[in-house]
DNA sequence: AGCTTTTGATAAAGCGGTTAAGTTCGGGCC
DNA sequence: GGCCCGAACTTAACCGCTTTATCAAAAGCT
């Protein structure tokens, strides 16, 4: 038989359509002898709820989406979206809500994707990755009214809810740790200087250049591309005074730049002591392999998941929430400065 | 104002709720006049289409499933599946479609969801990924008569389509390479026995042990873990007589293997050359970087997508689809045998 | 002119659920 | 016994769009 609808069950159960949405709902209105029968032919019928109708009722749409305004390739490359991803539908599977995922050129693309698929109530809400200074897309969302929440924070002057770990403390015991290993010349290969969480990081270092009494420390915006990792580590070792040190903000330009310090004979962590604010296995593999500030990416998707799944039940809420701070985890690609 | 919908669009252009379907969908029923100017009011109301609404209707979700059988941390770590879903996103795009995703744990989960979005109509198709050998979910999604596309192949003794890669002539090209480099002892660090692709490389493998008079080809099937790999690689690398040369069935395992390799004095290439059949990133951040079979897999998926949608529109079809064959790229980690 | 087609539009019936608004009925209470 | 009430269901409207049946008017044909 085709798909058997609530009307079949009705009929089969000798109930009206009104009752058997109510038992299979497990909402009252119904005895509980005449729900357990109904449920009983439900399943015997093996019937399934139909999404669009269900959604036209009581307009839930029962997906959230994740537009993703990257290269298409980028997605790919770097771990992070995996782990993202994979989180985020961990912690609406729960839900039995779907994610739906767009990946697009560039921010207007963005910004129409979002206005159309809350216009078609495709979804019920969005995550949104990358929070940048001044966010246009933020005030965009509200306007929009339809529950958000952002990777990343804390946001000020929004209404949207957020799920942040605090780069800055990261930034904090990384720095603290190169310090006390001896470093005073430390360059930071910074990620693209638009986003929230690159600004606090560089924010942190140039703090720490006093308290620290460091000789020099730099912060140098990139692309998060491999390239450039490459080409800003060769340019920085080709100075007379090298760095000792260099933190980078991803795995992928850790990795770029430990080959280009290979290539140029700088031996780490004698000579370089490389340093990712980013842990994945990447990290892991490389020889030696790269000291790395880690956290629990996946587990920080899944929660903000969750936190979105109430925001949507109740979009009168504001969530915020902080996951844990990123740690430190030594492994070869640091060590005190030659000659200390 | 609230979302508009046809109904106020009709109101307003002083006509019908049906001459509104008519003209917004491009369809007879309507003069060229009043479709101009009911497109006029739609346009100046801002409206969209409500996709539930619609999927109730003409019964298409809208939508494809890609369900993937993986410990959810493998997404973050194989750039593989970045690639894939970012390239069926493109394919899928085109047509306004939107991909599910959903990571489960085992095989029956997989089928469950199958079952259940199937039912729920919440998709109009799947994406299937690494095809087994007699595969049981085949013969599953046949009976639930739901468009499938598989990514791999070519299958016999069943209606699905596929999309494939010809990995028997890859792998080919790969040992021939190799062969006439020098090398007599290779080993093949496999994938998972049970896959298709897998099966076909190590039977190539055991055709070519004759056809160029090898003096020893092993297969040694893993579960593509980086730990398998490194497992494997310190193992062969152990014994009395070494292979020369190593064949890695992920880059993730290749990567793995050379640092095994580099952990046990053994120079790359010089000692042992070491081949990955899968490219991304990771094989040209290493040191010395890795020969790789490589191919677009991301146009491979957009590839797939497009035949997926072709499907859906004509389900009484059936797409084969041949992509272009990996190609083998030369980097730094292949050579000629010692002494040769 | 008289009749059949074609064209352009309308009204209304779904699609498969949810839900507000009745309707029945048995029981408690005065 | 009459009245009121809540529990258990039923009815029917509705969600927004598609589609079929219907119809009036214009156009084509002999």
């Known amino acids: 038989m085709a798909r058997p609808t609530i009307a079949d069950i009705a009929e089969r159960a000798g109930v009206s359509k009104g009752a058997v949405s109510f038992a299979l709902n497990g909402r009252p209105g119904v005895?509980?002898?005449?729900?357990?029968?109904?449920?009983?032919?439900?399943?015997?019928?093996?019937?399934?709820?139909?999404?669009?109708?269900?959604?036209?009722?009581?307009?839930?749409?029962?997906?959230?989406?994740?537009?993703?305004?990257?290269?298409?390739?980028?997605?790919?490359?770097?771990?992070?979206?995996?782990?993202?991803?994979?989180?985020?539908?961990?912690?609406?599977?729960?839900?039995?809500?779907?994610?739906?995922?767009?990946?697009?050129?560039?921010?207007?693309?963005?910004?129409?994707?979002?206005?159309?698929?809350?216009?078609e109530q495709r979804v019920d809400g969005f995550v949104l990755l990358d929070p940048l200074i001044d966010d246009p897309r933020f005030a965009a969302l509200e306007a929009l009214e339809v529950p958000v929440m952002v990777l990343g924070g804390p946001l000020e002057d929004t209404s949207l809810s957020f799920s942040w770990a605090d780069d800055s403390e990261a930034m904090h015991e990384a720095v603290d740790y190169l310090a006390a290993l001896g470093h005073r010349h430390v360059v930071h290969v910074a990620g693209m200087p638009q986003f929230l969480h690159t600004k606090r990081r560089m924010d942190v270092l140039t703090e720490a250049k006093e308290r620290h009494e460091l000789a020099e420390v730099v912060s140098i915006p990139t692309d998060y591309s491999d390239s450039e990792g490459?080409?800003?580590?060769?340019?920085?070792?080709s100075r007379r005074e090298r760095p000792t040190a260099i933190v980078y903000d991803s795995d992928v330009m850790a990795v770029a730049g430990l080959g280009v310090a290979l290539e140029m004979g700088v031996r780490?962590?004698?000579?370089?002591?490389?340093?990712?604010?980013?842990?994945?296995?990447?990290?892991?593999?490389?020889?030696?392999?790269?000291?790395?500030?880690?956290?629990?990416?996946?587990?920080?998707?899944?929660?903000?998941?969750?936190?979105?799944?109430?925001?949507?039940?109740?979009?009168s809420l504001t969530v915020r929430h902080q996951s844990s701070t990123p740690v430190l985890v030594p492994r070869e690609s640091t060590a005190p400065p030659a000659g200390h």
């Open 31 to 119: 005895s509980e002898e005449t729900r357990r029968r109904i449920l009983a032919v439900a399943d015997e019928m093996n019937w399934r709820p139909h999404r669009a109708a269900r959604s036209l009722g009581n307009s839930r749409a029962g997906a959230v989406g994740l537009i993703l305004p990257r290269p298409a390739r980028t997605l790919g490359l770097e771990p992070f979206f995996g782990q993202i991803v994979s989180g985020l539908q961990a912690g609406l599977a729960e839900d039995g809500t779907a994610l739906q995922l767009l990946v697009v050129e560039d921010p207007e693309a963005e910004m129409a994707a979002y206005r159309s698929w809350t216009a």
């Open 230 to 237: 490459a080409v800003i580590t060769r340019r920085v070792l």
């Open 268 to 315: 780490v962590p004698q000579d370089l002591s490389i340093l990712s604010f980013d842990d994945s296995l990447l990290a892991r593999l490389t020889h030696p392999s790269l000291t790395a500030l880690t956290r629990d990416t996946q587990g920080w998707a899944t929660e903000a998941a969750r936190g979105l799944l109430r925001l949507i039940a109740d979009p």
